[in-house]
């Protein structure tokens, strides 16, 4: 499948990049942005790759009414990390993710700064262009944890500062990308060994939560339960050894 899809992620990153100063819209909601970059890449993803598999169904972030069923379906984010992107911090990707009967079957994710192709399908490991991708083997007290804020979810505020609060004398240090395809890449890359979000989408985390597991890591709801791809939601990936640790401790807040 990869060899069907990179070739239509690298032309749509294209598309990225050549917006020198693309439009920017409010979806409504506190620093909820959206561009006509984003719109550009995602309609053209969704019919170059409806040509090449006609009978896919899509679940995409620009979109609305969009139902996940059984059926062979693509989980896309056009631009992971918008802010990031319209204001030039290079640090957004592309995330292309597929699953069937809900349960994902290959992942793709491109950094067209740096010219990193992650990818992943089940029992064939993750990888980095040509490179093996393996988690971290990191203790909780030298751990680096990357974090969402969700600043469009005015109802998680309370709960991500307490994360915050709670997490910053038991580890070595917590960072804060904008993307959390970013995040997922780097635990499944060993440069971080967590990352945690309160309202995460299946768009965000499709294609990365393939990659870290094929990597040796674990991802899970935070509350509790596998990562489910029909809604959002507290979406946490870690390392193997941390894993538990991490989500005890944010559970912990959760229900104080």
Not at 42 to 69: I, S
Not at 72 to 78: A, E, L, S, V
Not at 136 to 145: H, L, P, T, Y
Request: aromatic share 10%; with cysteine.
């Amino acid at each position: 499948m990869r060899n069907a899809v990179e070739p239509i992620l690298r032309r749509a990153a294209r598309i990225m990049l050549d917006f020198a100063d693309p439009a920017v819209y409010s979806k409504g909601r506190h620093a909820d942005f959206v561009t006509e970059a984003d719109v550009a890449v995602q309609d053209f993803l969704l019919t170059e790759l409806g040509k090449v598999f006609p009978d896919a169904r899509f679940l995409a972030e620009e979109g609305e009414g969009q139902v996940l069923t059984d059926a062979f379906t693509f989980i896309i984010d056009p631009i992971d990390g918008t802010t990031n992107y319209f204001r030039r911090r290079r640090s957004s990707m592309i995330s292309i993710g597929a699953v069937q009967d809900k349960e994902p079957v290959f992942g793709l994710i491109y950094d067209p700064y740096r010219d990193e192709m992650y990818h992943a399908e089940p029992g064939r490991g993750a990888w980095c262009n040509d490179e093996r991708l393996h988690v971290a083997d990191m203790s909780f007290d030298r751990a680096i944890i990357g974090f969402g804020t969700g600043p469009y979810y005015e109802e998680l505020f309370d709960v991500t500062s307490r994360s915050f609060a709670a997490l910053l004398p038991t580890v070595a240090d917590i960072r804060r990308t904008g993307s959390a395809c970013l995040d997922l890449c780097d635990i499944a890359a060993g440069r971080s060994d967590g990352h945690f979000e309160w309202c995460l989408q299946p768009w965000d985390y499709c294609a990365g939560t393939l990659l870290v597991q094929e990597a040796g890591g674990k991802c899970g709801n935070i509350l509790g339960g596998p990562v489910t791809y029909d809604k959002g939601i507290p979406h946490i990936a870690a390392s193997a050894r941390i894993f538990d640790q991490l989500q005890t401790l944010l559970q912990g807040v959760y229900n104080a």
